[in-house]
T-cell receptor, first 114, second 116 residues
Framework: GENVEQHPSTLSVQEGDSAVIKCTYSDSASNYFPWYKQELGKRPQLIIDIRSNVGEKKDQRIAVTLNKTAKHFSLHITETQPEDSAVYFCAASGDSGGYQKVTFGTGTKLQVIP | KAGVTQTPRYLIKTRGQQVTLSCSPISGHRSVSWYQQTPGQGLQFLFEYFSETQRNKGNFPGRFSGRQFSNSRSEMNVSTLELGDSALYLC???????????????FGSGTQLSVL
């Protein structure tokens, strides 16, 4: 089955700096890669996603890149703000017998220091 | 549109007991999946239901079971509770029908289970 590795497990940055979280996946059939943000005590929420036919996607201060050959994808947050502090989960999704199956990474706790 | 609702929000049980958690998906969503969240372990997939049928199952012991009703509401049951079952249990709903991939998951707030 699919295996998703996520690094680092914790990340501290100064406000205004950039943060990068990296993930690798094992199943070359995975074709959808969402990122979820979970603030303390709250539910995970989708913040950005990328499909396998796209190499990069941006949404304001966040961007995701995908390297299908290397099976790597990364989340980039620029000009970090205190409200970016949260746990971020990457995931890989693909067909499993005609249905979607999602596998999550172990999460990265991002702390933005004011 | 109402979000995904999970009840109860908190549960305290003792070892050996059993527990049932409930999840009501977003209206129109027929897929419900369950995850166990523990510090350092991320989101561990338990199982996924669609139209009352279990479509996918994670690597959890048979003490963990679930079901889905005709209105798409889902329940998860854990029998013979162990201390290690203490965790936040999240459910998520999506539209994902057969042949449909790349579907966004909408999570509930979770049920925090403590086993003493």
């Amino acid at each position: 089955g699919e295996n998703v590795e996520q690094h680092p497990s914790t990340l501290s940055v100064q406000e205004g700096d950039s943060a990068v979280i990296k993930c690798t996946y094992s199943d070359s059939a995975s074709n959808y890669f969402p990122w979820y943000k979970q603030e303390l005590g709250k539910r995970p929420q989708l913040i950005i996603d990328i499909r396998s036919n796209v190499g990069e996607k941006k949404d304001q201060r966040i961007a995701v890149t995908l390297n299908k050959t290397a099976k790597h994808f990364s989340l980039h947050i620029t000009e970090t703000q205190p409200e970016d502090s949260a746990v971020y989960f990457c995931a890989a999704s693909g067909d499993s017998g005609g249905y979607q199956k999602v596998t999550f990474g172990t999460g990265t706790k991002l702390q933005v220091i004011p | 549109k109402a979000g995904v609702t999970q009840t109860p929000r908190y549960l305290i049980k003792t070892r050996g007991q059993q527990v049932t958690l409930s999840c009501s998906p977003i209206s129109g969503h027929r897929s419900v999946s369950w995850y166990q969240q523990t510090p350092g372990q991320g989101l561990q997939f338990l199982f996924e239901y669609f139209s009352e049928t279990q479509r996918n199952k994670g690597n959890f012991p048979g003490r963990f079971s679930g079901r889905q009703f005709s209105n798409s509401r889902s329940e998860m049951n854990v029998s013979t509770l162990e201390l290690g079952d203490s965790a936040l249990y999240l459910c998520a709903s999506s539209l994902a029908g057969r042949g449909s991939v790349n579907e966004k998951l909408f999570f509930g707030s979770g049920t925090q289970l403590s086993v003493l």
